[in-house]
């Protein structure tokens, strides 16, 4: 059974850090595209990261350039999201897909396989 499973979320203060995990099971991550996404209260789901199945081209949402970064670990099967210098507005559920995608990596469309999600809460 294919599956994603994020963990990494939590309550962290204003500048603070987190990485979120995305570990696969049932199929070999690196073979796919793998995207996060967030999705905030009465908010449409937004792309925030990608990383394409090569492992060597990425995209980031401008507001979280030079803040984020995305990487992978193929031993691992697990894709990461750290992201340094939080603010409120990034409170949001995260989620990550995975898709065979190779354009246009931050649509949701594009993805076929979803985690559950892990909350992040940017808060004082």
């Known amino acids: 059974q294919l599956q994603l499973v994020e963990s990494g979320g939590g309550l962290v203060q204003p500048g603070g850090s987190l990485r979120l995990s995305c570990l696969a099971s049932?199929?070999?991550?690196?073979?796919?595209?793998i995207g996060w996404f967030r999705q905030a209260p009465g908010k449409e789901r937004e792309g925030v990261s990608c990383?394409?199945?090569?492992?060597?081209?990425?995209t980031y949402a401008d507001s979280v350039k030079g803040r984020f970064t995305i990487s992978r670990d193929n031993v691992k099967n697990t894709v990461y999201l750290q992201m340094n210098s939080l603010k409120p507005e990034d409170t949001a559920v995260y989620y990550c897909?995975?898709?065979?995608?190779?354009?246009?990596?931050?649509?949701?469309?594009?993805?076929?396989?979803w985690g559950q999600g892990t909350q992040v809460t940017v808060s004082s």
């Open positions: 049932g199929f070999t991550l690196r073979y796919y595209t």
């Open positions: 897909a995975a898709g065979s995608v190779f354009s246009l990596c931050m649509l949701s469309s594009k993805y076929d396989y």
């Open positions: 990383i394409i199945s090569s492992g060597s081209s990425t």
